[in-house]
């Protein structure tokens, strides 16, 4: 509670669009600037741990980026159904009058993005007619916190948006990108070379370029609803199947020189991602947190490793309901009033539904500086691109110096990769069950030994793993 006394005072200096002004949100007595982060929730499901939890870390601000509520509906063949705009307006009411949600948003701003199912219609993108509905739904209900003091949404063609705070003397800002009112329709689940669809739109990527070349911070949190990192996942979106946008904000962030972690949701799981690019003497980073209310746990969640494991992950995925936490930290022994950039940390971590930490991840903040530019035009060119002009030589370029790289050829190995994981998945089932049938009816061709023969296919497909995934 003390950590927001500065706050209440200093909301009214927080940015407009265009100047760059700095609140306090820290008193003397912090050691510790806490952001949580999460996205996929289903207002309708009872079991809501998350609330409570985030009340328990103090947090000074809560991101949700996005799937917040669940305004389109379960269709045939496991697929989904568009909202009406009074099933979107339903959802969020349903949301804000729970009762654990409300108690922590007394306590805590909460800065919001969309994603598709709160936009109102699965993968949603710029030809959604009710984007506009969308829009002003979530400013309505998020953005009338006078805690957030942030600019106004309401005349923007997406919901980007910039909150900045000083903690202890270190800027902090947070950047939400919106990848679904001006998302290009997507071609498909295959990546083609010359694919030329754009994320985020022309007035935003012009916001996040003036944004990040005219103000500077020691640190910045970039959401996005759609993991930007992860790239070989077969199912789902990702700025993977956008190439162009992807080397661009790459290239974008490196040029203007900005230390930051992404932080993403929408795969109800979680994970952390690193992407090496040699134009960039140190790793770029995104944490996902997916899965506040459903994700992939239970007896499935061993397929979904499989099919979305890609080689950008570090470590393990988690796949049972979680919630992200991203702690600032200055040395101990420092001076009360200021906190040297050289030695803060910063650390992200994910917890379960009972609190317990599943994944983290701890960086010295001076390991997330971007390193000297070097003197490649490509860079340069690519961050000032069009991506509606497809991915370009010097996009090309950006991408080819990032290991691992996406590919056409990648993705479609990719692809077979996990239909031949699927139909020996399939294989094994089918053994299992003509086995059980074959006992059951005490068939000559049958018997208690035979049964260990599901082992091979089994093991086959363990083998299959190992020698396609990478």
Request: net charge negative; with cysteine; charged share 20%.
């Amino acid at each position: 509670a003390t950590k927001m006394v500065g706050f209440w005072f200093g909301v009214g200096l927080l940015l407009s669009a265009s100047t760059c002004v700095w609140a306090t949100v820290s008193t003397s007595e912090d050691t510790h600037f806490r952001i949580g982060f999460g996205s996929c929730h289903n207002q309708k499901l009872q079991h809501q741990p998350f609330w409570q939890l985030w009340q328990d870390e103090e947090l000074d601000l809560l991101l949700m980026l996005g799937d917040n509520v669940y305004a389109d509906k379960p269709g045939p063949y496991r697929g989904r159904m568009p909202a009406t705009k009074e099933e979107m307006y339903q959802a969020y009411e349903t949301l804000f009058n729970h009762s654990g949600f409300n108690a922590l948003r007394a306590k805590t701003p909460i800065l919001a993005t969309v994603d598709d199912h709160d936009y109102g219609i699965n993968d949603g993108d710029k030809t959604w007619k009710y984007k506009e509905d969308a829009k002003l739904l979530l400013i309505n209900h998020f953005d009338t916190d006078p805690r957030l003091g942030i600019a106004s949404r309401a005349e923007q063609s997406t919901m980007h948006v910039v909150w900045r705070t000083l903690f202890r003397g270190l800027r902090v800002r947070v950047i939400l990108l919106d990848n679904r009112l001006q998302k290009d329709v997507q071609t498909g689940s295959v990546l083609h070379d010359n694919q030329a669809q754009d994320m985020l739109g022309a007035e935003q990527w012009q916001w996040l370029s003036d944004e990040l070349h005219s103000n500077t911070a020691d640190i910045t949190l970039i959401g996005s609803g759609l993991q930007v990192l992860a790239q070989d996942k077969l199912v789902g979106e990702q700025w993977g199947r956008f190439p162009a946008s992807r080397a661009k904000l790459l290239a974008l962030l490196h040029v203007t020189q900005t230390p930051f972690v992404l932080l993403s949701g929408d795969i109800h799981m979680a994970e952390v991602n690193r992407l090496q690019c040699t134009f960039a003497p140190l790793p770029f980073w995104e944490v996902t947190s997916s899965g506040l209310t459903h994700s992939w746990s239970g007896p499935r969640s061993f397929i979904i490793n499989w099919l979305a494991d890609g080689q950008e992950r570090v470590g393990q995925s988690y796949l049972g309901l979680n919630a992200g936490v991203v702690e600032l930290a200055c040395k101990q022994g420092e001076a009360q009033e200021h906190c040297d950039p050289s030695t803060a940390t910063i650390t992200a971590r994910v917890m379960d539904e009972h609190g317990q930490t599943q994944l983290q991840q701890h960086w010295p903040l001076s390991q997330l500086q971007p390193g000297p530019l070097t003197d490649d035009p490509n860079l340069l060119a690519c961050a000032q691109s069009d991506p509606h002009q497809g991915l370009g030589a010097a996009c090309r370029h950006v991408l080819a110096q990032c290991s691992p790289r996406m590919t056409v050829e990648r993705q479609q190995w990719a692809l077979v990769r996990s239909y031949l994981l699927l139909a020996l998945l399939t294989t094994v089932v089918l053994y299992i069950i003509i086995m059980s049938c074959l006992l059951g009816c005490g068939s000559a061709y049958a018997s208690p030994k035979a049964l260990h023969l599901v082992l091979v296919p089994v093991l086959a497909g363990w083998i299959a793993r190992l020698a396609l995934n990478r």
